[in-house]
T-cell receptor, first 119, second 112 residues
Framework: GAVVSQHPSWVICKSGTSVKIECRSL??????MFWYRQFPKQSLMLMAT?????????EQGVEKDKFLINHASLTLSTLTVTSAHPEDSSFYIC???????????????FGEGSRLTVL | GENVEQHPSTLSVQEGDSAVIKCTYS??????FPWYKQELGKRPQLIID?????GEKKDQRIAVTLNKTAKHFSLHITETQPEDSAVYFC???????????FGKGTMLLVSP
């Protein structure tokens, strides 16, 4: 199946600093990628939809100035957590589907996830 | 928007028993229903999915059933094994290549 790679897999940072997480589709192109957040023992909550070449669409309650999303190419989306605080500590996961018309079944493929710990 | 309810939140079974997890969805226009297995600290992995034009799908010990009229779908695992222990998420997607709406998850524990 298709591969989505996420980096870094874990990161520890000091409060007030910014952290960038990358999500790459390795063997397919995706105009849309999705960013989820997962707290311990909870489900995946959609944060935002990353759109190649345009602004991301944020879910209600997600601060767009706090979680900056850039989708500069058909294979890369980045999530930057700005001025991180301990409450931002979480597991962040991206996902993507191959472009329609490429033989894709519409299956969503997930990255490995990035565990952020803010001290 | 779509809303997905999943039950139970935890499920403990003995090795060899069957496990059933149930989900309901709200949007009758949803047409794709995957199930994911997530082990601690890892990415969700697709284990089986079903589309709205099919009522049942089976893959070895795993099966999914869909009742479009009632808007619910279920995951069935037979002959459970300890390695089946994980959190299972159901999801639903509105027609087209949009994102998934996930259920809250079921923690399955299979005891030897």
């Amino acid at each position: 199946g298709a591969v989505v790679s996420q980096h870094p897999s874990w990161v520890i940072c000091k409060s007030g600093t910014s952290v960038k997480i990358e999500c790459r589709s390795l063997d397919f192109q995706a105009t849309t990628m999705f960013w989820y957040r997962q707290f311990p023992k909870q489900s995946l909550m959609l944060m935002a939809t990353s759109n190649e070449g345009s602004k991301a669409t944020y879910e209600q309650g997600v601060e767009k100035d706090k979680f900056l999303i850039n989708h500069a190419s058909l294979t890369l989306s980045t999530l930057t957590v700005t001025s991180a605080h301990p409450e931002d500590s979480s597991f962040y996961i991206c996902s993507a589907s191959p472009l329609p018309g490429t033989g894709s079944t519409g299956e969503l493929f997930f990255g490995e996830g990035s565990r952020l710990t803010v001290l | 928007g779509e809303n997905v309810e999943q039950h139970p939140s935890t499920l403990s079974v003995q090795e060899g028993d069957s496990a059933v997890i149930k989900c309901t969805y709200s949007d009758s226009a949803s047409n794709y229903f995957p199930w994911y297995k997530q082990e601690l600290g890892k990415r969700p992995q697709l284990i089986i999915d079903i589309r709205s034009n099919v009522g049942e799908k089976k893959d070895q010990r795993i099966a999914v059933t869909l009742n479009k009229t009632a808007k619910h779908f279920s995951l069935h695992i037979t002959e459970t094994q300890p390695e089946d222990s994980a959190v299972y998420f159901c999801a639903a997607r509105f027609a087209g290549y949009s994102t998934l709406t996930f259920g809250k998850g079921t923690m399955l524990l299979v005891s030897p």
